[in-house]
């Protein structure tokens, strides 16, 4: 974190960027006169924001079936009057306000605790902001592994067995010379199962959280990865991943950062976006009616850096020929479709 920060230049620090502040975030506290544990409040930040601007953290996390503490209309004034034990909270909030702690950080944003979920005007105007929410944290924290709150962010685990490599040795002998080489075996394939395919990057709303993020913090079962805009490393290779950790088969580019739109020219920014639009289709919405609002932040995004061109329901006009050659996959065509959907966009577009 303090590498990226001071000497990273494609990551900054996204504190110092163009003035934003969630309207609300959670203030963890330490509490030494009880053995150390966490305490929380809810904190509502009135516009305009005092300098300086606070910094936090983000978590991207899935809800599950498990039961969550949310903010309801009803709880406001209990979650910002007194701290709380962070040991009522599911597993998972605990965890990201430990690891808000251990960074050295004092806010956490945690969506179920920070927009009224029972409030549709606030939960319509704090979802539209998410993007930016996500865009200005310091780090985002990833509970890659858990598919419940209940899980948390660390798991049990071998340690030694998780991050150590496997050494092995193989004795060759050339003109009667016998040479012994040393080797790492490694596991080609940990970062796509441990942080690709991991029950979190499944779910629509996280592509857009791990996308816009500057730097995410991702916590797999077996160990901890680190990505930003310059470097993905994990605790096995801390110096980096090596260039064989291919992404899915068949890729041939190695994985040397975190993904995000790039924009070297107007082509490759197009095709980076008709490929994130079929990772994220490929995705699980738990309500249907979300799939734009949960690409809001990063079309906007995408908007700056196509210069105007205009935004047609997962779209752009200007190659709109070429995004209209989409078709669903037969996985995707196959899913059961509600009797009475509600209208997304007109038939013509992926997001229909």
């Known amino acids: ?11 900054g620090d996204s504190s110092g960027n163009d003035a934003f502040t969630p309207k609300r975030l959670i203030e963890v506290f330490p509490n030494e006169h009880t053995g150390g544990a966490l305490h929380w409040k809810l904190t509502t ?3 305009p924001v005092p300098q300086p601007r606070p910094r936090y953290l983000t978590l991207s996390h899935c809800w599950g079936s498990s039961l969550h503490t949310c903010l309801l209309k009803a709880s406001l004034s209990a979650f910002t009057a007194v701290p709380s034990p962070a040991a009522t909270l599911p597993k998972t909030y605990q965890d990201a306000m430990s690891v808000t702690d251990s960074l050295g950080f004092r806010y956490v944003w945690i969506d179920s605790l920070c927009i009224i979920q029972d409030d549709t005007d606030d939960w319509k105007t704090q979802s539209a902001e998410m993007g930016r929410v996500y865009q200005h944290t310091s780090c985002n924290i990833a509970a890659a592994w858990a598919k419940e709150g209940s899980q948390g962010c660390f798991s049990a685990r071998d340690p030694a067995a998780a991050i150590e490599p496997i050494r092995t040795s193989i004795s060759i002998e050339a003109g009667g010379e016998v040479r012994l080489l040393a080797f790492d075996m490694i596991q080609r394939w940990k970062w796509l199962s441990s942080v690709v395919d991991s029950p979190l990057n499944q779910r629509g709303w996280v592509l857009q959280e791990r996308y816009m993020s500057p730097r995410q913090l991702t916590f797999a079962r077996d160990e901890v990865f680190w990505e930003c805009r310059q470097l993905a490393a994990s605790e096995s290779h801390p110096g980096g991943l090596p260039p064989v950790l291919f992404l899915p088969e068949g890729t041939d580019v190695p994985l040397s950062s975190k993904p995000r739109l790039e924009c070297v020219d107007e082509l490759t920014l197009r095709r980076n976006w008709m490929e994130l639009v079929e990772k994220y289709t490929a995705s699980k919405l738990t309500v249907h009616t979300d799939k734009l609002i949960a690409l809001a932040g990063l079309a906007g995004e995408a908007r700056m850096m196509f210069g105007g061109d205009e935004y047609l329901a ?6 709109l020929h070429k995004q209209l050659v989409w078709y669903a996959s037969l996985s995707t065509s196959s899913q059961p479709r509600a009797e009475k959907a509600a209208y997304l966009a007109p038939s013509w577009c992926w997001s229909s």
Not at 1 to 11: A, I, V, Y
Not at 314 to 319: F, V
Request: aromatic share 10%; with cysteine.
């Open 314 to 319: 997962g779209m752009w006009r200007r190659d």
């Open 1 to 11: 974190m303090q590498l990226c920060t001071e000497s990273h230049g494609e990551c």
């Open 45 to 47: 930040w009135e516009r």
